[in-house]
């Protein structure tokens, strides 16, 4: 398999990188990530279960940070339970809990993997699209 390169075509993207303001280049990266923590939030709350909505509604993001040139926003759920329903957990066979009315049968819980399947599923596909339309948006083209 060969792979033709165009050297000259690569220098002139890299050029047109370089031209663009620092300020305009932050922008471009603080809207991206933004977009991202926000859809990835939607997502992550539209796949929590729902008993009392709870869960649902404590899904949130946190403002973007910029380290160097790291752009971060957390997606973050600070219910006490959350991590036990995303990952899953163990429980103790025949303990009757009453909140349920029921004795437990099974010895583990599999994860409903909320924020995680949003990541994988939908958010990491869209992505590439996104950055492609701001990159063409951004270079006018």
């Known amino acids: 398999m060969f792979v033709k390169l165009d050297y000259e075509s690569i220098q002139q993207f890299e050029e047109r990188i370089r031209e663009i303001s620092k300020d305009l280049r932050n922008r471009f990266f603080r809207e991206c990530t933004q ?9 992550a709350a539209n796949r929590s279960p729902v008993k009392k909505g709870y869960l649902k ?9 910029q380290n160097g040139d790291v752009w971060q926003i957390d997606v973050i759920n600070p219910a006490e339970y959350a991590i036990y329903v995303e990952e899953g957990h163990r429980q103790e066979v025949g303990r009757y809990v009453n909140a349920i009315g029921k004795r437990l049968v099974t010895p583990f819980v599999e994860g409903q993997h909320m924020l995680r399947g949003s990541i994988e599923e939908k958010i990491a596909p869209q992505t590439t699209e996104f950055l492609e339309g701001k990159l063409r948006e951004l270079f006018g083209g």
């Open 35 to 43: 977009r991202l923590g926000l859809e990835t939030w939607k997502e």
């Open 57 to 65: 509604r404590s899904w949130g993001i946190t403002s973007v940070v």
